[in-house]
């Protein structure tokens, strides 16, 4: 009996053990289910609109801002900012991406229509009922909606004029150019080459391309600094120009005699200011350019009217100017 007495009460002990484990299991899974349905009807919802903006390259600082401009507005509004691109510049990739984007139906693109590839995806697009804004570099024959940034014309003229006036219209000229093909560096060498061909001192005897690259543009200058040995002034319309401009000037043991004019306020580009080795630099607002792109894409979407172009600043940047060009730039950070 005393054996018998001791199985019922470890089999008694055993049953109310696991009805225990039983109840607490069914309770973690109530709670469970509870902490689920929270979570699903609390959850964020999804932003409003999806833009997709396609960069030329992302592993560089202006592209960088543009896409930083993007982001801030992105914050402000109930929209989510898809921003690709290349790691480096290559068109064919940023034409892949920009048809990604109309397949998948986003709400509105913004890119940059480096040539007339583009031209028949942009009209694609706005045909399919997602509107286009072109951005840095515009494509004023397709169905685009705005186009936001510099205008480069405007912005060679610039550099030509500066080149003009610093050194008192007499010098013989090398161009670099990020491409010969890309319509934005067209445009900066064409306004530069309308001021400079009034100048009866100044003569331009060479222009090369660098595929927006700085060792192409070392290589490219090195080349016109051996080729013609009476070059006394450089112009590069892309951000990297002139950082290989001034290696190569300084391999030859040119650049105390050299006169450097390019584009970008790179961090590069702005220390070779300060050295003395570049000697002024066309500031354009790639940060501008992003913020605009959110706010005018959300004012077509809304059916506001909105301006066929806007039209970034473009100033020069001399030693000079770096003390208040720093100041401004700490306060709008």
Request: no cysteine; charged share 25%.
């Amino acid at each position: 009996m005393n054996r018998l007495s001791i199985i019922y009460s470890m089999l008694t002990l055993f049953f109310i053990t696991a009805v225990g484990f039983f109840v607490h299991f069914y309770e973690q899974v109530q709670a469970n289910d509870l902490k689920m349905n929270e979570a699903v009807t609390t959850e964020t919802p999804l932003p409003k609109y999806h833009f997709a903006l396609i960069g030329e390259e992302m592993n560089h600082d202006y592209w960088r801002l543009v896409g930083a401009g993007a982001k801030k507005r992105e914050a402000e509004h109930d929209v989510f900012v898809e921003y690709e691109g290349p790691e480096r510049s290559n068109p064919e990739e940023q034409l892949k991406l920009f048809d990604m984007a109309i397949k998948s139906k986003v709400d509105g693109i913004i890119v940059q229509a480096l040539n007339e590839k583009f031209t028949p995806l942009i009209n694609k697009a706005v045909n399919e009922g997602i509107p286009v804004i072109t951005i840095d570099t515009d494509s004023a024959d397709s169905l685009r909606n705005v186009y936001i940034g510099t205008d480069n014309y405007a912005a060679g003229q610039l550099a030509g004029k500066t080149l003009v006036k610093d050194t008192g219209g007499e010098a013989i000229v090398g161009i670099i150019t990020g491409s010969l093909d890309n319509a934005h560096h067209q445009h900066r060498v064409q306004g530069f080459k309308d001021v400079i061909e009034q100048e009866e001192g100044i003569k331009i005897v060479a222009i090369e391309e660098s595929n927006i690259t700085r060792v192409e543009a070392e290589e490219k200058a090195y080349n016109m600094l051996t080729n013609h040995r009476d070059i006394t002034a450089f112009f590069g319309t892309s951000s990297y120009n002139g950082i290989g401009i001034v290696a190569a000037a300084k391999s030859l043991k040119r650049y105390d005699d050299m006169y450097v004019i390019t584009f970008d306020t790179i961090d590069e580009n702005i220390q070779l200011l300060e050295q003395g080795e570049i000697d002024a630099i066309v500031e354009q607002q790639p940060f501008e350019m992003g913020y605009q792109s959110i706010e005018t894409m959300l004012d077509i979407i809304k059916g506001k009217q909105v301006e066929d172009v806007y039209h970034t600043d473009s100033t020069i940047i001399r030693i000079s100017d770096l003390p208040n060009w720093k100041n401004s730039r700490d306060d709008a950070s």
